[in-house]
């Protein structure tokens, strides 16, 4: 089976960086498709990026494009999330899934293996 591993998050003032990372291993076919998706108290799991790992292509939605940038590294088997300017409404639980897909898809019920999430704390 698919498993996922993220490590990375923190505490970091408004405006700094931080880098994501996330240990992927099983089926690579069961896992084309890498997301990140974060989750703030009271609200809904939210997409942030997506990679299909043979060809690096990469999709994000308004709310982090041109400040975050996702990538992967085949050999290691690990996806990364950079993280820049970093806004106290990024401040969430961020977890790294895994789909088989071929289209770039954002919905949660989309991704079937989750990794158990890594606090990101933005002060302002």
């Known amino acids: 089976q698919v498993q996922l591993v993220e490590s990375g998050g923190g505490l970091v003032q408004a405006g700094g960086s931080l880098r994501l990372s996330c240990a992927a291993s099983g089926p690579t076919f069961s896992r084309n498709l890498m997301g990140w998706f974060r989750q703030a108290p009271g609200k809904e799991r939210e997409f942030v990026a997506g990679?299909?790992?043979?060809?690096?292509?990469?999709y994000y939605p308004d709310s982090v494009k041109g400040r975050f940038t996702m990538s992967r590294d085949n050999a290691k088997n690990r996806v990364y999330l950079q993280m820049n300017s970093l806004k106290p409404e990024d401040t969430a639980v961020y977890y790294c899934?895994?789909?088989?897909?071929?289209?770039?898809?954002?919905?949660?019920?989309?991704?079937?293996?989750w990794g158990q999430g890594t606090q990101v704390t933005v002060s302002s």
């Open positions: 990679i299909f790992w043979t060809s690096g292509t990469t």
């Open positions: 899934a895994a789909a088989s897909s071929f289209s770039p898809v954002r919905d949660p019920k989309q991704f079937y293996y």
